[in-house]
Every structure is written in C-alpha cells, then in structure tokens.
Antibody, heavy 123, light 106 residues
C-alpha cells in the first residue's frame, strides 16, 4: 500500500538548521511530485511548494523562498525539506503530500499525506 | 494571488443534522477545488476533488458543490466522527488552502 513516512520530531534553537525526510513506498517515486505543507500550532494549512521527483526541480511558494530547500534522495524514494537559520515562527508541523495526479499534471490535490513532523524552535 | 475564504469559522451541530460550509475564491477557479477533513493530531484526508467528486471510500453523506467562485461542502446526517476541521483548496498553480471551518458536535 502507498505510504509516506516522515522522520521524527525535532527540537532546535533559533539560528540552527533542520532537515526532515519523507520516505515514499508502494508506488513509483518519480511518477508523482511531492509537495510540502506547513501547519503552525492551532493554525490552518499553508502550501510551501513542491519538488519534481523526476527532474529534481523545486518550486517554492513566495513565503518560503530563501531559507527552505526541497531535495531528493531518489534512489531511496525520499524527499527532504531543509530549513536553515531557524526562527521561532518556523515552529510547526510539516507534512509531505503526494498529488493524486501523475507528475505531468498541473492539478494538485493530495490523496496521500505523511504523518507530519513537529519542528519546535526554542531557545 | 487567489484567496480562499471559508465560512463560518466554526459551527456546532447535533448528530443527525445536515450542515453546509462555504468556500469562496477571490477569482474564478472553475471547478478546481478540493476539500479535506483534518482531525486533531492527524494528517488531512481528501474528501472531494474537482468541486463535486467524492474521493474513494468517502461516505456518500459528504457532498461538494459549486463552480466559479462559490463552493459548498454539505454533510448529510452528521455523525460523531465528523467532528473535525474542514479545509478547501484551489488545486492548480500555487494551491492555497482556506483558513478552515471547525465542526463541533453538540
């Protein structure tokens, strides 16, 4: 069955970096893009961007340009999110999400989600 | 940038009631809307895509409607397990989510 399994919770200090992973199984990794979604405590969902798992090209939403990097370990069917120079407002749960449509689609609705990774930034 | 506005922010409903929540897009998005359900501590679950298509396994008491800028999610005969947050999302380009509607059971 299709699964997206994310890495464990992280506790970091401001200014540090964090890298979280999303390992996919049950389908051909390069046939579907991978998107990232942020959810701050008690808040709604915020789309961060996506990575083309075939070409490796990332696309970032405006609010996530600069300190955020999407990357792949395609041989391990894994997508990564790295956040550098962490700030208190980065405290959130980060989800990876797979679109229902093939990688060539421009329609992004998400039928599979990772379990989420809680990143806490605190001095 | 397109903004998705959901209303109401919260609602309190009795089991068995029918409930409708709204999602308004700031521009015409055709039928390019999805709806998700999220319970506390869980990942979102896809309910509806292309405004009115029910995702696999979603109970038929969930119905999506609308076109253009105004969309609805209706739950007929609400069950206790439907208590959750519900989010709409435009499903192309940068796919923004609405702020959500919290459904509570009385």
């Amino acid at each position: 069955q299709i699964q997206l399994v994310q890495s464990g919770p992280e506790l970091k200090k401001p200014g540090e970096s964090v890298k979280i992973s999303c390992k996919a199984s049950g389908y051909t990794f390069t046939d579907y893009a991978m998107h990232w979604v942020k959810q701050a405590p008690g808040k709604g969902l915020k789309w961060m961007g996506w990575i083309n798992t075939y070409t490796g090209k990332p696309t970032y939403a405006d609010d996530f340009k600069g300190r955020f990097v999407f990357s792949l370990e395609a041989s391990a069917s894994t997508a990564n999110l790295q956040i550098s120079n962490l700030k208190n407002e980065d405290t959130a749960t980060y989800f990876c999400a797979r679109p229902a449509g093939h990688i060539t689609t421009t329609r992004y609705y998400f039928d599979y989600w990772g379990q989420g990774v809680m990143v806490t930034v605190s001095s | 940038n397109i903004v998705m506005t959901q209303s109401p922010k919260s609602m309190s409903i009795s089991v068995g009631d029918r409930v409708t929540m709204n999602c308004k897009a700031s521009q015409n998005v055709g039928n390019n809307i999805a709806w998700y359900q999220q319970k506390p501590g869980q990942s979102p679950k896809l309910l509806i895509y292309y405004a009115s298509n029910r995702y696999t396994g979603v109970p038929d008491r969930f119905t999506g409607g609308g076109y253009g800028t105004d969309f609805t999610l209706t739950i007929n005969s609400v069950q206790a397990e439907d208590a959750a947050f519900y989010y709409c999302q435009r499903i192309y380009n940068s796919p923004p989510f609405g702020a959500g509607t919290k459904l509570e059971l009385k």
